[in-house]
Each structure stands twice: as C-alpha cells, then as structure tokens.
C-alpha cells in the first residue's frame, strides 16, 4: 500500500522528483570526487617516491610531506653520506614548483639512472643541452607535447622537450639540476638526498648512522616516508578536516533540497492527505509515506551521484591528468549514500511531521 502510494506520489509530478534526485546527488558527487582526488593524488605521490628505487629519504628540517621549502642541504653533503658504511649511493635532486600542485625535478640524469633504472622512454630521450626537459605521459597529454616541442614560460625560459616517458618515477617535468640550481638562485644546493644501502639488511644500521649524523633532519625510510601520504597525516590532518566540512556541507544540501521538496509535496497533496485520515490513516501511516519518498529520492540520488562520480573522473583524467588523480573509492560510496539518506531524512522530517498533524476536515476544504 504505502509502495504503491509512493510510487504514484512520485510519477504524479517527474520534474520535480528528477530535479530532487539531482540535486541530492550533487553533494554525493562532491564528497567522492574530493575523497578520491585526496586519495589519487597521494597514492600517485607515494608510487612516484617509490619509483625512485632508494632506500631512504632525507630532507631538511621543517617539511611536510607533500612539500618542500626551497633547497637548503649543501651539495657537497653527498660526498659526506657516500662515504657512510654501507651506503651504495647517494643522490641528490632540487625540487621547485611551477604551480600549485606541480614541481619541476632537477636531477643529475647519470646518478639518478644509476639509482632507479632509469626513465622508461615513450618518445625522444635523454637531456642533451642545459634547456633540455624530460616530462611524463600525463604532463605531455595535459599539455599536448611531444618530444622536440618547446615549453615556454615555465621558470621564465623556453625548454626543450628531449624525452616524453613512462609516469611512476619521481617527477612530472625533470631538467638538469644545474640549469635550475642557477635559474633559481640555489648553486649548489639541493633539496632533498636519497639513499641506496649496498643490501636490505643494513637499511636499519644506515638510518641509524644517518639520523646521528644528522639530528635535525627528517630521515625516513623509503616504507616509512610513503606511508605517511594518508588523508590523516597530510598537513597535521588538515585535509581530513577540510573533507569533514564537506560531508557537513553535503548533508546540509541533501537536507535542505528534501525539505522543500516535501514541503511543497505536502501542500500540493492536502486534499489527499486529507482523503487518507478520513478513511482512517493514522499519522504514523502518513508519515511513513513521507518518509519513504524521501528515502526513495535519497536512494535514487546516491546512485546518480556514484554513477556522476565516475563521469567527472573521467572529465578530469581527459583534462588535467598530470595535475589531478583521482581514485575510485568504492568503501566510500555506502558512506556517501548513508550521509545523503541521513541529511535527506532529516530533511523530510518537519513536512511529514505537518502532514501527520494536518486536521482531516481542513485538510478536505483545502483549496
């Protein structure tokens, strides 16, 4: 009965309950893309960092994860920690952004081959002048480069793209780390080292020596370092607070959506509401069907807006792919559902409480 009356409810006005759908599916996008760009664009951090192939990290004091303050560790430090027993190799790289979420890598392409591998070329090859760049499939897509193109204005200097290769190592846009140690005021100097031990089993002995060495430097492992790019750590959890006034916010958008939505349900539906209580409805019974409308609007909207989450993903890999990552996170779509059903529910609360309450007889005279 209360199905059937729902069902009718909703086919009786369709723009209205399609607009609401939507609108409730809006913040349910919201929260899953800016959950999965935070997860992506991390995870896609951590296996860049692992795609180096070292052992440990060491960066200067006073940097978070995810950033870098200028290149303050003399050059000539690596000689000091390529001396260390048991240390393989020690290489160093100058870190520099050129926007907000991008950073040009400079590196001295003979060591860091000797510590990753090397790059995996797509088109082109490796540096052979001072203004020579290497970018990554995703930099190049976004950009629509290709080797022998020219970058202009990045650092305020034309580059030439020698190489387009295989993204997972370290950086998007790589130059020779002389170029950017003069172009940047930091001859020199470097960023951040890494570390290869000449076997895992001194990785601990290594890290120990190297925090002796170097008390007031952040020294990780490479499993620790990695391990640290969560949505809980980042900024002191600041990201996972800005995601928790997102939820806040979508939860407000499902519950004010719902309640107007039903509010002007119920005052197009007085004279049916009326109809039910004379034929005997209790209030219990007309507040359930408001409530299983909503549900059904919440469920329905959840669904449009996982299914929308998928669209803008693949808006946003089209577009900004070297930029933003974002990843699927399907343990996040019942928690997304569940906080639109919960704003939407409290939403339809106050116009089923009106219904509930609406007197039989006035209800009939309405017009």
Not at 18 to 34: K, Q
Not at 300 to 319: C, D, E, H, N, T
Not at 329 to 337: F, L, V
Request: with cysteine; glycine share 8%.
């Amino acid at each position: 009965m209360i199905a059937k009356l729902v069902l009718e409810n909703l086919k009786h006005k369709p723009m209205r309950s399609l607009l609401s759908v939507f609108l409730i599916a809006v913040p349910v996008t919201l929260i899953l893309c800016l959950v999965g760009l935070s997860h992506g664009m991390l995870e896609d951090s951590a296996r860049r960092m692992r795609g180096i192939g070292a052992d440990i990290i060491v960066r200067p004091p006073g940097t978070s994860v995810l950033t870098l303050s200028g290149a303050p560790i003399p050059e000539k430090m690596l000689s000091v920690l390529q001396q260390q027993s048991h240390v393989a190799l020690a290489v160093g790289m100058m870190v520099h952004p050129i926007t907000s979420v991008t950073y040009v890598t400079g590196l001295d392409l003979h060591s860091f081959n000797q510590i990753s591998g090397g790059f995996k070329y797509l088109e082109g090859g490796p540096f052979r002048g001072p203004d020579d760049a290497i970018i990554d499939q995703y930099y190049a897509r976004q950009n629509r480069l290709h080797a022998g193109d020219r970058i202009n204005g990045m650092l305020n200097r034309s580059w030439h793209v020698s190489g387009v290769v295989e993204s997972g190592k370290l950086t998007r846009v790589a130059v020779p780390i002389r170029t950017l140690q003069d172009l940047t005021g930091n001859t020199g100097k470097i960023s951040q080292l890494f570390i290869k031990a000449d076997a895992p089993a001194n990785i601990p002995t290594v890290l120990a020596e190297l925090k002796q060495l170097l008390p007031d430097y952040n020294i990780y492992t490479m499993e620790e370092f990695t391990s640290l790019f969560t949505v809980d750590t980042v900024q002191g959890g600041a990201l996972r607070n800005f995601i928790d006034v997102m939820i806040a916010i979508g939860v407000v958008i499902g519950f004010a959506v719902v309640l107007l939505s039903m509010y002007m349900a119920v005052l197009q539906r007085t004279r049916e509401i009326g109809i039910l209580k004379a034929l005997g409805a209790s209030r219990w019974f007309i507040l359930k069907i408001i409530l299983a409308e909503a549900a059904v609007l919440g469920i329905g909207g959840a669904i449009v807006g996982i299914a929308l989450s998928f669209a803008a993903r693949a808006l946003i890999q089209a577009l900004y792919p070297a930029s933003l990552t974002q990843a699927v996170t399907p343990e996040w779509w019942p928690i997304a559902a569940g906080i639109s059903l919960v704003g939407v529910l409290l939403g339809a609360l106050y116009p089923g409480l009106s219904a509930a309450r609406l007197d039989p007889i006035e209800a009939l005279a309405y017009e």
